[in-house]
């Protein structure tokens, strides 16, 4: 029990100074588990095996959640990742020197094809930008590739089936029950948090397990199946924090198996040599399928990555085959080392396309995309960028007093919301160079930044100007600090948002309370 407690301590507190850094605190977890080892510390009786297991199981149900048969109705994108993968897969095998059976390699060179979901997804949530064109594209090849591990694990579990593993067939029959139940005590939190472990670690990892297959390929089916559950999203809510604790113990484990070598050392060089390679191919396959270079480089770095399931393939793969531990080590490395580049990259991603764009641009296809062709505001005297609540209230009383307005936003969904109610709407990331530059202001007089991050106001009022805009900018701050520096370049009116709101609350009140 001490010895658990130290583990856990250990790996808080190199997580939390990651996490300080502004670096992945999982990586954090993996050095700890390098740490307790050379230490004398390491887990030599197997008790993180237990919670490791069971956190990996809660991390591919909580995937099958998100994979939504819609998904495959994007076909470019679908043959983005097929030709992506084999690509990549081909590559590896020639170059990477992994030296296994031909079977194991190509087993472990296509998982390392993939990108990190847990990395990708909390970059994209980071920059509030998981809801943007290129953001949803981004989880729309995570997914894909996610389905691509479905068919991996299923394969590597082959030997195993028989025909018992047919009954399997039928568990979808129990789906509309399960969701039954589940609609039944959706209002209540412990009994739906109590039902989501039953369903994922039981009908889902230990029935698999019954009938020959692994427990993380039936957790991650069971997923699959409830990806339509009006409140799938809801269930891996309830199961987030729960599947974070128990997957430090996966990431600790695998730090464990750590050696540091010159064959290691080797392997990992070639890898995150191939990781630059990985990424330029992506690039370029996003360039062909007519994106717009700053959208195809948003993915890009979004998705240069290696795949903590590469550390699960490898972890179900040493269990069936022996590998060299140097193997092992260079791959955790890459892995892990992957991660923190992400992190880096993520962190200023606008930046850097910023400086390269002159360059990036030169490469894009003639035609794009339609949701990244120019705009215009025509006669619109007001442009409204950000349709939150704050700049989606304002556009509604403005065309409902009937001044000429236009709203864009990054968020596709809510765009389709505000057409749906026949307002003057369009997709536009503001944060895109690219949107300024081929933007045709016409007759506007007003831009009101209405965007939830600060940066994001601060390089539109510099687009903006830089492009001619002589009008005036209104920028809603959330604090009085921001005030001078907005002011600074070139924003007309500042004001506090939480104020107007505030104020807005109590005209209303006064209003309510006069009528009664």
């Not at 509309?176 to 139940?181: E, G, M």
């Not at 992190?343 to 490469?363: F, G, P, S, T, W």
Request: charged letters at 20%.
């Amino acid at each position: 029990m001490e010895l658990v407690l130290i583990w856990m301590t250990g790996a808080f507190l190199v997580g939390q100074l990651f996490r300080i850094i502004s670096l992945p605190s999982l990586v954090g977890f993996i050095l700890s588990g390098y740490i307790f080892t050379m230490l004398g510390m390491s887990d030599d009786i197997g008790l993180l095996s237990m919670p490791a297991e069971i956190g990996v199981e809660l991390l591919l149900f909580s995937i099958g959640l998100k994979i939504k048969p819609s998904a495959f109705l994007n076909r470019y994108l679908l043959i983005v990742v097929l030709v992506h993968t084999i690509f990549i897969t081909t590559i590896y095998l020639l170059l990477s020197g992994i030296d296994l059976p031909l079977e194991g390699k190509i087993i472990i060179c296509i998982s390392l094809s993939f990108s990190s979901t847990v990395i990708a997804t909390k970059s994209l949530e980071n920059r509030k930008e998981l809801t943007s064109f290129h953001g949803r594209l981004s989880v729309l090849i995570i997914i894909f590739q996610d389905i691509i591990a479905l068919f991996l694990l299923g394969y590597m579990q082959s030997s195993n089936l028989s025909l018992d593993t047919l009954y399997l067939l039928a568990l979808p029959v129990f789906i509309p029950l399960i969701k039954f139940i589940l609609n039944r005590i959706e209002d209540d939190e412990e009994l739906l948090l109590l039902a989501t472990l039953i369903i994922a670690l039981f009908l889902g990892a230990y029935v698999f397990k019954y009938f020959g297959l692994t427990g993380e390929i039936g957790a991650l089916v069971l997923g699959i199946l409830l990806s339509g559950y009006r409140s799938a999203e809801k269930l891996s809510e309830k199961i987030w924090s729960l599947r974070e604790i128990l997957l430090l113990a996966f990431f600790v484990s695998i730090g464990m198996q750590i050696t540091l070598s010159n064959d290691s050392f080797q392997l990992f060089l070639i890898l995150m040599s191939l990781l630059i390679i990985k990424s330029i191919i992506l690039f370029s396959l996003l360039i062909f399928f007519k994106l717009r270079a700053y959208t195809a480089f948003l993915m890009m770095i979004s998705l240069t990555t290696f795949s903590e399931f590469s550390l699960i393939v490898l972890s179900i793969l040493s269990s069936q085959i022996i590998i060299d531990e140097n193997i092992i080590s260079g791959i955790i490395l890459s892995v892990s080392v992957s991660f923190i580049i992400a992190a880096i990259l993520n962190k200023h991603a606008h930046r850097i396309y910023e400086l390269i764009e002159d360059y990036l641009v030169r490469v894009e296809r003639e035609t794009h995309h339609p949701d990244e062709e120019p705009h215009t505001c025509g006669d619109s005297e007001v442009m409204i960028l950000g349709l939150g609540r704050f700049g989606g209230a304002i556009l509604e009383v403005l065309q409902e007093n009937k001044i000429k307005s236009a709203g864009f936003d990054s968020n596709t969904d809510l765009v389709k919301s505000f057409i749906q109610k026949n307002r003057r709407v369009a997709f536009a990331d503001a944060e895109d160079p690219g949107f300024w530059s081929k933007l045709r202001f016409g007759k506007l007089r007003v831009i009101i930044l209405a965007l939830p991050e600060y940066e994001a106001q601060k390089r539109s009022i510099i687009q903006a100007r830089k492009y001619g805009f002589t009008g005036k900018i209104i920028v809603p701050s959330r604090t009085k600090d921001d005030t001078k520096e907005l002011e600074n370049l070139g924003a007309d009116i500042i004001f506090d948002a939480y104020e107007a709101a505030a104020l807005g609350v109590s005209d209303s009140l006064v209003k309510a309370i006069d009528n009664v």
